[in-house]
């Protein structure tokens, strides 16, 4: 038996069904195909083979993100999703990063586009339906509600692209047009989509009579015939009333046939009929009189064959899904994308978020990295939280930034909100290969470089970045980071085994367009080897990644800036008023430890801490001048920075004022 749809108009035909003979065998053979389709989806999913694992720097990249805690950046996206598809995806930190400077850039500009909108998108009535697409590809027999849910997914997103086409035809197309490129060259199966429609009822979750033309006839037939069939049960039920067989008429259904009821002491009225049931008392009878015999026997025939034909259309319309499937779950991927990006801009708006830039040379030609109050996106959630009854800026406001379009937005806090995070500052200069930050103990020195790399992943994915400024920072193919303690007693490694087999491994991994992160190098063994450990591999890192930021103790790794200016040092600034760091990070200094100050403040015997003083000062006397003279140096240099740079800003403000008198 064939079975095909026609395109117009939808209406499915096939050889003429003798379902008063055939019924049987065709059921028994539809079976038979559910079956061998079954075994064949089994045989396959047991065959499959399992993933090779991952590469060393896969495998890298997945410890960083866990270290850098990303999964819960990803979670803070998630509740701006709208689909279940977009939150399953940010809920399982496998939001999509650029892997290119492009990619990362479309990326943005689709986060940008998203915030462009005059209106929110639609994407109510789009579900994950790849299950179910799944399931067709293998043959399974899809319900009506599986069928209905990717009709209703299919519509949602065409009207998601003609949505995005009315947006783009008015003034903002070109800022719209990021999102409108996404959907663009997608199949929507409008064919598909109108030919279960056809077929289908939704709302009843009933196979249309005019599915098919022997449908229809089944129907008409199975409906007189059950007319028939009433007509003759009502006379024979008025009659055994009248005898008082009954006390009032009583057609029902027992075992799938039509009957009446009948006393039991009045069964033998019914000459011939069947006793289908009996009433739990045992006073009543349902009985098929013998003149229904026939009648209920072609109700089952035509009851079969009707649930024979839906199953044929269902399946008919199965196996159209599944030649599809390839198109649809590049729909879905694609609508997946563009909830994401619609995402993206609405955590942009609730981090009042700005655009970064990112490139391999910065704009203005003296920075590498250019970012400027810069927030901790989980460090700064707890105080958003609180703000959630205070009107947010409007981050509407767009500049034309490097071909695209860039948020501007400022970061003020308002005044109703206190304990917000400290902001940082990152300035780190063209041709810097490492930048070693040194400091106190609990001065801020690891969250800073986590903050560093946290942004520099936001960026890859297309996130705004909480910053005042715009920021300015290059694209990293791998953010490599060795922060916590390795130590494992199973595999027998030190704390200090540990960091080195992971800084091995970063080394191994590591391009020229990575950025490496390590807390603490070369702790956890005696001083003087592990200053000389760290700064070799210091040496080694400047020629081998984009840039390797650092944090330490020991300070001679300071005076690698001495010997070559690929290195760069920075410092978490200690007030020794009140013993207290202020996290603010100075870039170009080297930092000191203050670990005997700290201690003083936090209670020690002042004998203790003038014993260890004088033990410093007979130990390193030379390196307590160096030190004193390199900070001085660095402040110095610092200040002739600032210096420069503010004759530079007053010579530029000079040019732009005497241009705007000559306009």
């Given at each position: 038996m064939e079975l095909t749809l026609s395109v117009d108009p939808f209406v499915i035909t096939k050889t003429p069904l003798h379902y008063h003979r055939n019924h049987c065998c065709l059921l028994r053979r539809f079976h038979h195909r559910q079956f061998r389709r079954s075994h064949l989806s089994c045989r396959l999913s047991l065959s499959s083979n399992p993933s090779e694992p991952?590469?060393?720097?896969?495998?890298?990249?997945?410890?960083?993100?866990?270290?850098?805690?990303?999964?819960?950046?990803?979670?803070?996206?998630?509740?701006?999703?709208?689909?279940?598809?977009?939150?399953?995806?940010?809920?399982s930190?496998?939001?999509?990063?650029?892997?290119?400077?492009?990619?990362?850039?479309?990326?943005?500009?689709?986060t940008t586009a998203a915030l462009s909108l005059p209106r929110p998108l639609d994407l109510s009535g789009i579900v994950d339906v790849s299950d179910i697409v799944e399931l067709s590809r293998f043959g399974q027999l899809l319900t009506i509600g599986e069928l209905c849910s990717v009709k209703r997914t299919l519509r949602s997103a065409r009207r998601l692209m003609e949505q995005l086409e009315e947006f783009c035809s008015s003034d903002c197309s070109q800022r719209i047009s990021p999102l409108l490129e996404i959907l663009q060259n997608c199949n929507f199966l409008v064919e598909l989509e109108q030919k279960i429609e056809f077929c289908v009822d939704c709302s009843l979750s009933v196979v249309l009579d005019r599915a098919s033309d022997d449908l229809k006839i089944i129907r008409s037939e199975r409906k007189d015939n059950m007319d028939a069939l009433e007509s003759l049960l009502r006379s024979i039920s008025d009659q055994v009333f009248r005898a008082g067989g009954i006390d009032k008429p009583l057609i029902t259904n027992r075992r799938s046939r039509m009957c009446v009821g009948i006393k039991a002491s009045h069964r033998s009225f019914l000459r011939g009929g069947v006793v289908l049931n009996v009433s739990s008392s045992g006073t009543t009878y349902f009985m098929e009189p013998k003149e229904a015999v026939y009648l209920n026997n072609m109700e089952v025939r035509l009851a079969n064959a009707e649930k024979d034909e839906e199953h044929a259309i269902l399946s008919l319309l199965t196996s159209e899904l599944g030649k599809s499937a390839a198109d649809i779950n590049d729909l879905l991927d694609r609508i997946k994308e563009v909830d994401l990006a619609v995402a993206r801009a609405g955590y942009a708006k609730w981090l009042n978020g700005v655009c970064p830039t990112l490139n391999s040379v910065a704009s203005n030609g003296t920075l590498l990295v250019d970012i400027e109050g810069i927030h901790h996106p989980l460090l700064l959630e707890p105080c958003l939280s609180r703000l959630k009854d205070v009107q947010r800026p409007n981050c509407g406001n767009s500049q034309q930034l490097d071909e695209r379009v860039a948020i501007n937005c400022s970061r003020e806090p308002p005044d109703e909100v206190s304990n917000f995070p400290v902001p940082i500052d990152i300035k780190i200069r063209q041709g810097t290969s490492v930048v070693i930050i040194s400091g106190p103990n609990a001065g801020g020195k690891t969250a800073s470089m986590k903050t560093f790399g946290l942004v520099s992943l936001m960026s890859k994915a297309g996130l705004y970045l909480p910053a005042k400024r715009i920021p300015v920072l290059p694209w990293f193919d791998l953010v490599l980071a060795d922060i916590g303690d390795h130590q494992s007693l199973e595999r027998s490694l030190s704390t200090f085994s540990g960091h080195i087999l992971r800084i091995v491994k970063i080394l191994e991994a590591a391009s020229k367009n990575s950025l490496v992160l390590i807390d603490e190098i070369g702790s956890g063994t005696?001083?003087?080897?592990?200053?000389?450990?760290?700064?070799?591999?210091?040496q080694y890192l400047k020629d081998r990644v984009n840039l390797a930021v650092v944090t330490t103790h020991y300070a001679d790794l300071s005076r690698l800036k001495e010997i070559n200016d690929q290195f760069e040092n920075a410092a978490m600034e200690f007030s020794l008023d009140t013993l207290q760091p202020t996290y603010q990070v100075l870039w170009g200094c080297a930092g000191d430890s203050n670990a005997l100050r700290i201690a003083r403040r936090i209670g020690f015997d002042n004998k203790i801490i003038d014993r260890a003083e004088s033990w410093l000062k007979r130990l390193m006397p030379e390196k307590q001048g160096q030190r004193k003279g390199m900070l001085y140096r660095s402040l110095s240099e610092e200040r002739d920075k600032m210096e420069n740079r503010a004759r530079g800003a007053a010579s530029l403000r000079s040019d732009v004022m005497d241009l705007y008198h000559e306009v």
């Open positions: 991952a590469t060393l720097a896969e495998e890298l990249q997945s410890e960083t993100l866990k270290t850098l805690e990303w999964n819960r950046v990803c979670n803070q996206l998630s509740s701006f999703t709208s689909t279940s598809m977009g939150r399953s995806e940010a809920q930190g496998s939001i999509p990063m650029g892997r290119s400077l492009e990619e990362s850039q479309t990326l943005l500009a689709q005696d001083p003087s080897e592990g200053a000389a450990l760290s700064a070799s591999i210091l």
